[in-house]
């Protein structure tokens, strides 16, 4: 598995490309319901994760040009993404999950987001990064304010969850006012 992408580190986290031992340490940590709740999938719905959809879930790794492994104190905790990376017009949107429960509230999730907000705005020169998060993902919302991110608007009533009808917000953040962080 290679790629030409750099590692990125903070204290604690470092955000790498993947290896065959990711298969086992993502399939250890299977399927959290809350956390998968978090990315808009009822209850009802979450499934067991299998060894299958590691392997999968690490081969993506290689067609997918903008990710990352989310390691803290040397394991693997989650991913973060660059998806819809547009070089026209600079900007792209953005992606985390963290699906070590253990890991959440610790400040991982935001250091990988500054890491991968370094990176986009000056190696790769984006000018704007957009997030979408279910309203009801404050630990998410809290995070990416951290790190810059504004609330820009609400889509209403875009996932139906356990039930109910939820909206998303999009927040996104310039490239200048990151650098004012």
Same mark, same amino acid.
């Given at each position: 598995m290679t790629s030409t992408m750099p590692d990125l580190q903070d204290a604690g986290v470092r955000l790498r490309r993947p290896c065959e031992a990711d298969i086992d340490a993502r399939f250890a940590l299977g399927t959290s319901a809350d956390i998968a709740r978090m990315f808009?999938?009822?209850?009802?719905?979450?499934?067991?994760?299998?060894? &299958?959809? &590691?392997?999968?879930? /690490? =081969?993506?790794?290689?067609?997918?040009?903008? &990710?990352?492994?989310?390691?803290?104190?040397?394991?693997l905790?989650?991913?973060?993404?660059?998806?819809? *990376?547009?070089?026209?017009?600079? =900007? &792209?949107?953005?992606?985390i999950g963290i699906y070590d429960t253990a890991c959440l509230g610790h400040g991982f999730g935001s250091k990988a987001i500054k890491l991968v907000l370094g990176y986009a705005f000056g190696a790769m020169r984006l000018h704007?990064?957009? *997030? =979408?998060?279910?309203?009801?993902?404050? =630990?998410?919302?809290?995070?990416?304010?951290?790190?810059?991110? *504004?609330?820009?608007?609400?889509?209403?009533?875009?996932?139906? /969850?356990?039930?109910?009808?939820h909206d998303d917000i999009m927040m996104g953040v310039l490239a200048h006012e990151f650098a004012t962080l």
């Open positions: 808009g999938v009822s209850r009802e719905n979450v499934r067991p994760f299998t060894r &299958a959809a &590691a392997e999968g879930w /690490v =081969r993506n790794f290689d067609q997918h040009p903008h &990710a990352w492994i989310i390691e803290a104190e040397g394991s905790i989650g991913e973060v993404r660059l998806d819809r *990376v547009d070089l026209q017009d600079r =900007r &792209a949107s953005m992606a704007r990064i957009s *997030v =979408r998060v279910l309203a009801y993902n404050h =630990r998410a919302i809290r995070a990416y304010e951290k790190c810059g991110f *504004v609330a820009e608007g609400r889509e209403r009533e875009t996932a139906f /969850v356990d039930g109910h009808w």
